[in-house]
Structures are given as structure tokens and as C-alpha cells.
């Protein structure tokens, strides 16, 4: 498979919250959803995108909520790692479904279920055109899962690293809250970060800056939107510079 010569990016780490999992459901995992995200990771594929995955834990738990209830943080945390390769599982059933070929790499190593994390080892996923879908975030307590994307998105040498959100860019608030928040377009790292606004967190960022990486927070809802940002037609903000 070669990459369309319309790729943007030919090479795409795209992070997806848990959140985005589980739909209008208040909790766990949205089959229909998951296969819509699937068909469109799938649709990025044959399009010639080397693409990664690192999907987040929130709809199961998330450890700072269990932090905040009186729960150890690096327990909190360990416990969110783990929802992470259960969210990850779900998503290689689905694409697998529709003839993508993944494979789970997770920094936590569980090798009953899915294979233990090694750069060397994603990389040659990626070469033989597979999904490759990243869990149990950096393997330590105390980061995110953004900042896995950001880390993982550079260990891989890709062209960006794009944030699915349930909205079509970064705002100055809450568009969903407030109606009169500001859209961004284009973002430097430094205006990311001193405006404090809720993208990433700011380690993911920092690394992101550090490594030139753009960053790139897109809508998931619409359907086909990947392959949209893909060809650069995706409504979007662009995190650089």
C-alpha cells in the first residue's frame, strides 16, 4: 500500500479519548460508536496513512477522579492505565472487523492479551501497514494519556499528532457553555500554554514545542472526518511554531 499523494500527513498518531467510546451511554464502551470510529481509522488506512492510535481511559475510570476520592494517585493512576488496554482491545476487535489489520502495544506488559510495548517493534507494525494502537498510556503514574500520544506520536516520527474532540477546534471556553467563546484557527505552543487553554495537558505540549510536533484537535463526531483531516479539508485548529 502506498500513501495517496493527497496526504497532509502521511504518517497520523490520532488520540482518542474514552470518552469518546461510550456515545450518549454514561459509561463504558458504545459498540456502534466504536465501529464508526473504526470505519473511519480504517477508511485513513487505505488511504496509505501510517496510522498509531493511543486512546484514553475515562469512560471506564479515570485516576484522577479516584485521586480525589482518597485513592493513592499511582494506584488511582495504574487502575486508569489498565481501563486504557480494555478501551484499545475494543477498538482492534473493531477495526480487525472491517479488514484493518491492528495490533495493541501496551507500556504496561500483559502478555496474555496483547503485546508489551518496544519502539522497534511498533515501527515494524507500521512498515507491514498495520494500526497500531498504544495502551496503558507512558506506563507510569502521574501522565497522561495526551502526553503518551505526544511521546509516542515522536518515537514514531510522525507528521502530527491529532487530538478527537467532541468539538471542531480549540475555544476560549466551553463552546458548548459559553456562545460567545472564541475559535481558533491557528495556535502557537507559547499561546497554548500561557492562555492556559485546555487542549493538552501542558507536559504534552511542552514535548510537542520540544519536538516541533504539530498538533492538531479536530471534531470525531462527524463521520469521515479523519480521512478529512488527512487531505487538510478537516475543520481544525493547528497547534505550531
Known amino acids: 500500500m502506498t500513501a495517496d499523494g493527497s496526504l497532509k500527513y502521511p504518517r497520523l498518531l490520532v488520540k482518542l479519548s474514552g470518552e469518546a467510546l461510550m456515545g450518549r451511554n454514561g459509561f463504558g464502551i458504545d459498540n456502534s460508536v466504536v465501529e464508526r470510529l473504526a470505519a473511519d481509522l480504517a477508511e485513513a488506512r487505505a488511504a496509505g496513512c501510517a496510522l498509531s492510535v493511543v486512546v484514553g481511559g475515562g469512560n471506564i475510570f479515570r485516576g484522577l477522579q479516584g485521586a480525589a476520592k482518597g485513592m493513592d494517585r499511582a494506584t488511582a493512576d495504574y487502575m486508569g492505565m489498565l481501563a486504557t488496554v480494555m478501551n484499545a482491545l475494543a477498538l482492534q476487535s473493531a477495526l480487525e472487523a472491517v479488514r484493518a489489520p491492528a495490533r495493541v502495544l501496551s507500556a504496561i506488559p500483559m502478555p496474555t492479551v496483547c503485546e508489551p510495548y518496544v519502539r522497534h ?7 507491514r501497514e498495520r494500526i497500531v494502537i498504544f495502551a496503558a ?19 514514531m516520527g510522525c507528521d502530527a499528532v491529532a487530538k478527537a474532540t467532541q468539538v471542531d477546534g480549540v475555544y476560549s471556553a466551553d463552546p458548548k457553555k459559553d456562545p460567545a467563546a472564541q475559535r481558533f484557527d491557528r495556535l502557537s505552543y507559547a499561546e497554548v ?9 501542558g507536559a504534552a505540549i511542552a514535548l510537542a514545542r520540544d519536538n516541533q510536533l504539530p498538533v492538531i484537535v479536530f471534531s470525531i463526531d462527524e463521520p469521515g472526518n479523519v480521512i478529512k483531516l488527512l487531505r487538510g479539508s478537516a475543520r481544525a485548529t493547528v497547534i505550531h511554531g
Open 121 to 127: 517493534r511498533a515501527l515494524y507494525h507500521l512498515e
Open 137 to 155: 498510556g507512558t506506563g507510569n503514574p502521574f501522565f497522561t494519556t495526551d502526553t503518551a500520544a505526544t511521546l509516542r506520536a515522536v518515537e
Open 193 to 201: 500554554l500561557a492562555r492556559d487553554l485546555k487542549v493538552m495537558d
